[in-house]
């Protein structure tokens, strides 16, 4: 449920926004910063990347993407240990993966 909160002094917004980022980082915070950072050259197609999390993947963030192919992520073939993802051309992707 979202509450509407009235602001009356920018000081309450500043409050407000800290408030929120606090709680944001708590959520997310222990699965970001447990991933690794894992580069990969793709081709067209499926390409398994090993991620090393060892550990069931949560998820993933692009980087960098070095060419201007889509880079779509095929979540029923990831494992504790591989990633794929499907390129629709060749690129070098950077990704975060946590």
């Given at each position: 449920?979202?509450?509407?909160?009235?602001?009356?002094?920018?000081?309450?917004?500043?409050r407000?926004?800290?408030?929120?980022?606090?709680?944001?980082?708590?959520?997310?915070?222990?699965?970001?910063?447990?991933?690794?950072?894992?580069?990969?050259?793709?081709?067209?197609g499926?390409?398994?990347?090993?991620?090393?999390?060892?550990?069931?993947?949560?998820?993933?963030?692009?980087?960098?993407?070095?060419?201007?192919?889509?880079?779509?992520?095929?979540?029923?073939?990831?494992?504790?240990?591989?990633?794929?993802?499907?390129?629709?051309?060749?690129?070098?992707?950077?990704?975060?993966?946590?």
């Amino acid at each position: 449920m979202i509450s509407l909160i009235r602001i009356t002094r920018d000081g309450d917004l500043f409050r407000q926004l800290e408030a929120w980022r606090d709680a944001f980082t708590k959520i997310q915070a222990p699965f970001l910063t447990r991933g690794v950072q894992v580069e990969a050259k793709l081709v067209a197609g499926q390409n398994t990347i090993s991620h090393g999390l060892r550990a069931p993947l949560r998820g993933w963030i692009v980087l960098r993407l070095k060419a201007s192919s889509a880079v779509s992520l095929a979540e029923a073939s990831s494992t504790e240990t591989t990633l794929v993802l499907v390129a629709s051309g060749p690129a070098t992707v950077t990704l975060w993966v946590y």
